[in-house]
């Protein structure tokens, strides 16, 4: 056993891409130390007992002959033996790491998301690992924006699906609402109805109390108004979409029209049919890449690598 050290990846997280990763790095050892650099960046941890480095960490050196695989590592502190992938998403996989990063950058760099289909036909997996392979990243990107909203909040609400019969179509209607920051972050839910009690409880676990609403004139938001520092509200149906207030403030519900073109340009473009009980973790995946707009590809990948630790999804519980 010999001492791991940190370890510094030569390449530039902004310069990958999908060429990058499919000449240089469809090596799998050189695709574990790229994986490696983005989890630990300062070093590994113990993701049995979350030891850094108050203890050392070894790396085993596979012998000849031996059953040990290579990138195995063991914790001076609790004595256990794991890998980069322990702990994350990745655990279990027997898909090679090289696809897994590929599958992450296509997934970080189509601004209207890709169907498993594809992913399937481009990485030459079966159609139910590559299914199982995104779902696991999408629920990897939930929950990327961890605070409360601030400063003006635009809020509004959409139906995704209601394909098919015209009698039920209703019934198959799942409403999304979003809350995004103007010029910042964003959140975006399920929601089981757009009734004034599920619309206000989200209201009021996800926006500080300081902060500015606009939405339009959707009466559920009315009932919680006061709880907010201001709440601005344009009219629609008289064909107002920016509301120029006293303060400064552009109230509108544009940004979260945008969102919503651009989930229902996937559900249409990409996916073609969306089921209720999935539908959570696309719209997690739509909030992830409009909160990392501002980043590069590449910076966008090593983002939700970093959130796929911590992170495990068992084919049990998706199906």
């Given at each position: 056993m010999c001492h791991i050290k940190d370890m510094k990846e030569s390449i530039k997280k902004d310069e990958l891409n999908l060429?990058?990763?499919?000449q240089e790095y469809s090596d799998e050892d050189k695709?574990?130390?790229?994986?490696e650099s983005m989890l630990w960046p300062d070093g590994p941890i113990c993701p049995h007992c979350k030891n850094h480095k108050e203890k050392a960490i070894y790396r085993l050196q596979p012998k000849e002959g031996s059953k040990t695989r290579k990138g195995v590592c063991k914790c001076g502190a609790c004595r256990k033996q794991f890998t980069v992938t322990v702990g994350t998403v990745f655990e279990h996989s027997h898909i090679k790491i090289s696809k897994w990063l590929m599958a992450i950058f296509i997934i970080c760099s189509s601004k209207k998301s890709i169907s498993a289909l594809q992913v399937?036909?481009?990485?030459?997996?079966?159609?139910?690992?590559?299914w199982f392979m995104v779902h696991r990243l999408r629920y990897a990107f939930a929950d990327n924006c961890k605070r409360q909203l601030k400063g003006v909040v635009e809020i509004d609400e959409t139906f995704v699906g209601g394909k098919g019969d015209r009698k039920t179509r209703l019934s198959r209607l799942t409403p999304v609402m979003a809350l995004i920051e103007q010029g910042g972050n964003m959140k975006a839910q399920v929601v089981p109805n757009v009734s004034f009690k599920n619309l206000g409880k989200v209201l009021r676990e996800e926006v500080q109390k300081d902060a500015v609403i606009c939405s339009d004139e959707n009466t559920a938001y009315k009932?919680?108004?006061k709880e907010f520092k201001a709440h601005h509200t344009v009219c629609h149906?008289?064909?107002?979409?920016?509301?120029?207030?006293p303060d400064g403030i552009a109230a509108g519900t544009n940004h979260c029209e945008s969102f919503f073109s651009l989930l229902k340009r996937g559900v249409h473009g990409a996916w073609h049919n969306v089921s209720r009980e999935h539908l959570h973790r696309y719209v997690g995946e739509f909030a992830f890449r409009w909160n990392t707009r501002k980043?590069?590809?590449?910076?966008?990948?090593?983002?939700a690598i970093g959130l796929t630790a911590g992170k495990r999804l068992t084919y049990r519980q998706v199906i």
């Open positions: 060429v990058t990763l499919a695709s574990r130390a790229l994986l399937s036909r481009m990485l030459d997996l079966s159609y139910e690992s590559a009932t919680v108004n149906s008289k064909y107002e979409y920016i509301l120029r207030t980043l590069t590809d590449g910076q966008r990948m090593e983002t």
